[in-house]
Nanobody, 119 residues
């Protein structure tokens, strides 16, 4: 069983930066894909970014490309989402998630961390 715990959310002004971390514990596999999702009030949860645990290959939503960077630290079992040039529309609860591989759905989710960007 994999457990995920996010941290690093908070309040920031537009144009500012935040770094979110996801601590991964429990049994994982090299094929795992780690993702970040977000859900704003009244909206559906949406994909933000993902990274392959072994290869480090990444994928981003168009809305965050060039502003957000996802990375992982295999030794520390953490996944980080660095967010720059934040906009008010980035305001949401951000969730860390894991899936076994690129063919499966995300099966494990963290509790979420709030990010609020003021204008």
């Amino acid at each position: 069983q994999v457990q995920l715990a996010e941290s690093g959310g908070g309040l920031v002004q537009a144009g500012g930066s935040l770094r979110l971390s996801c601590a991964v514990s429990g049994r994982t596999f090299s094929s795992y894909v780690m993702g970040w999702f977000r859900q704003a009030p009244g909206k559906e949860r949406e994909f933000v970014a993902a990274i392959n645990w072994s290869s480090g290959s990444t994928d981003y939503a168009d809305s965050v490309k060039g502003r957000f960077t996802i990375s992982r630290d295999n030794a520390k079992n953490t996944v980080t989402l660095r967010m720059n040039s934040l906009k008010p529309e980035d305001t949401a609860v951000y969730y860390c998630a894991a899936r076994h591989d690129i063919l499966s759905g995300y099966h494990c989710w963290g509790q979420g961390t709030q990010v609020t960007v003021s204008s």
